[in-house]
């Protein structure tokens, strides 16, 4: 398949933020793989997002408010069908993994595979009456592992929009495809995940999504043109003995809820909250309340947040970013573990607030270990270098936000 180079200059600008000369070597070394692999040519291009969490931390299990987004690297995929009913994908670097589109079972010995991924994804389109069937692919990724911007997602979501495109027209909507992922981390990957990080995969741009309906969420797209320069930055630290610090979040939320007689703290309105949070108080654990209480305030501000950018709003809405991640620090308290004495979070998020043109910072995902998010100014040359000492190059990815989720390019 050859590639259009005046095409992929356009595509390239669109997703990645680069002209195509940046990313050429990319999709000519997938034609390559595919033809050397498969014996055929590639037929079409997939690509699928990373995501980073804006603002809304530990919100999305308790059925709160989420502002997230889709960013500029990518699992990317050169692929042709076959008619077999079997999908084979070369990853760079990795086996072949193999899936019969009429057979996916479970097997516990694949958990935490790729392949349990794919067979997940497969299943949940089977079992939603969609149509299913064979493709070969070669795939790439620029998603990096371990940074909290969620390659597993990647790779599910651009396994989904292979079956979208290919053998349903293309006309599943991002939040099917999602929940599609979502079922194969859970059930045959082994990862307990809520729907956040699959939905901004799918969605693309910047979006509020309300979990109050978990079967349905509601998505509202925010118009971003914030000009700022975006940093996820991995702080190092062992996740391996942070279950019970992660399981420990949504427990303590509902054991508030249920003094309310609810299940789930969406379920308790803010003015009910308000009106009633001093008398619960006494009746739950300090830390559970503050995180309640952290609950409710970070809905406030994911809404707060949408409104500003759509204004236009910018010194609003990065000040929002910075209550956001005080919120979690005092209040939800998940930048730092007892249990692992880690101190990572915290020191990282007391030594980027002193480099000048850093605008603004929290704590990114789960927390305890890993990353935090960065706002910067773009006029200030000295930041990512800044960072870069501070942490290491590796461990420093600057980022663009990415309209487009996960799709077929149209090269």
């Not at 070969?136 to 909290?148: L, R």
């Not at 910018?314 to 004495?341: D, H, I, M, W």
């Amino acid at each position: 398949m050859p590639i259009d180079k005046r095409g992929l200059d356009g595509i390239c600008k669109d997703i990645y933020g680069t002209d195509g000369a940046a990313q050429l070597d990319r999709f000519e070394e997938l034609v390559a793989m595919h033809r050397e692999v498969f014996g055929s040519d590639a037929r079409e291009f997939y690509s699928s997002p990373g995501r980073i969490e804006m603002i809304g931390n530990h919100t999305d299990h308790n059925g709160g408010k989420v502002l997230c987004a889709a960013i500029n690297v990518d699992t990317l995929a050169a692929v042709s069908k076959r008619e077999d009913g079997v999908i084979e994908v070369k990853s760079k670097g990795y086996p072949m993994l193999r899936v019969d589109c009429a057979a996916p079972v479970f097997s516990v010995s694949e958990i935490g595979t790729s392949t349990a991924l794919i067979k997940g994804v497969v299943d949940y389109f089977a079992r939603s009456g969609k149509r299913v069937g064979g493709f070969c692919a070669c795939m790439t990724s620029s998603v990096p592992k371990g940074s909290g911007v969620s390659s597993s997602s990647s790779f599910e979501l651009v396994i989904a929009e292979i079956l979208n495109v290919m053998y349903n027209d293309g006309e599943l909507s991002p939040i099917f495809k999602a929940k599609a992922s979502q079922y194969a981390e859970n059930t045959y990957f082994g990862k307990p995940s809520g729907l956040m990080d699959q939905s901004a995969i799918a969605l693309g741009g910047v979006n509020m999504i309300d979990f109050a309906d978990l079967e349905e969420p509601a998505v509202k797209k925010a118009d971003w043109k914030f000009d700022l320069d975006i940093f996820v930055i991995a702080t190092g630290g062992d996740h391996s003995n942070l279950t019970d610090d992660y399981a420990a979040i949504p427990l303590e939320m509902r054991s508030v809820a249920s003094k309310f007689g609810a299940k789930l703290l969406h379920e308790i309105s803010p003015e009910k909250w308000e009106a009633e949070k001093e008398s619960v108080r006494p009746l739950v654990e300090p830390r559970a309340f503050l995180r309640a209480e952290h609950f409710f305030e970070e809905n406030a501000r994911v809404e707060r947040a949408v409104a500003m950018i759509d204004e236009g709003d910018k010194e609003g809405f990065l000040s929002l970013v910075n209550e956001s991640g005080l919120s979690s620090r005092y209040k939800l308290q998940n930048t730092y573990s007892p249990a692992c004495q880690n101190h990572n979070l915290e020191n990282a998020l007391d030594s980027v607030k002193r480099i000048d043109g850093v605008l603004a910072y929290r704590v990114h995902g789960g927390g305890f270990a890993g990353t935090i998010l960065t706002f910067a100014d773009p006029a200030a040359s000295g930041v990512h270098n800044a960072l870069n000492v501070m942490f290491g190059e590796e461990n420093v990815f600057k980022l663009a936000i990415r309209d487009s989720g996960a799709c077929k390019l149209l090269i």
